[in-house]
């Protein structure tokens, strides 16, 4: 399994709008692993292509990152930095000459049918430049293609949220809270992506770095990667930061960033 981190960034992206802090100034330059587009991932297994969230930098994380194909998106919800790419979805339909096939939480397609509708038509599709999706509602484990799919039920403020499982990678980009039930889902992983949002163990809406750490601690990946990151957390130093939170960084756990690759 081939993964590629598309965006490793919160809801505004690193830097952040007119912020003058050392994380932000550094990821000024695009090349800098500080510098985060919004959350996503794009998974390649047995030869199909699986794109896990469309966000506001879609196109640009496809292109940037030569991303050929895209054979199924799936949501983990409905939050606007993880769908409202979905118009971009029109080149690789168009491109791959097929509908596209989508697949999320009940609330999030019903958001996506109300934000997106031309897309979900076949009459307002006939003019071209637009892309033709086929919903599917998740609410259970699912077989695309030859995997099997597990969403993961994860809480994340009101809006209904999964991490997922394919074969031995958890991916888990928005939660605050596991479940039990969750956690059990998600044993015997080998890769974990989770959410990571800063140091602040009180967001309301996500985890925070030593929150995140209990988690990979708990289900012991080979590698764990955080994502979902705010510009608190600085890849020049997360070492020296963790250091001086009082936190105890496992050797296994890292900071993930945009454009990386991770084979499993
Ligand atoms: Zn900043
Ligand atoms: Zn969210
Ligand atoms: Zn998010």
Redesign the pocket.
Known sequence: MRITVLGSGTSTGV??YK?G?S??LDAADVSSKNYRTRPSVHVELDGKHLQFDVGPNFIDQVNHNRIEWIDAVIYTHCHADHVSGTNDLVMPSRKQQMDMPIYGPEQTIQILERNFNYMFSKDTFKGGGVAHLLPHVVNRNFQLHNFEIIPIPVEHGTVDTFGYRINNFGYVPDVKHMPDSSLQLLQGIDLLIIDALSFNPNHPTHLGVQQAINIANHLQPEQAYFTHIM?QLDHRCFHQQCKDQQINLPENVYLAYDGQVIYI
């Open positions: 830097p952040e912020c802090c994380v932000c510009h």
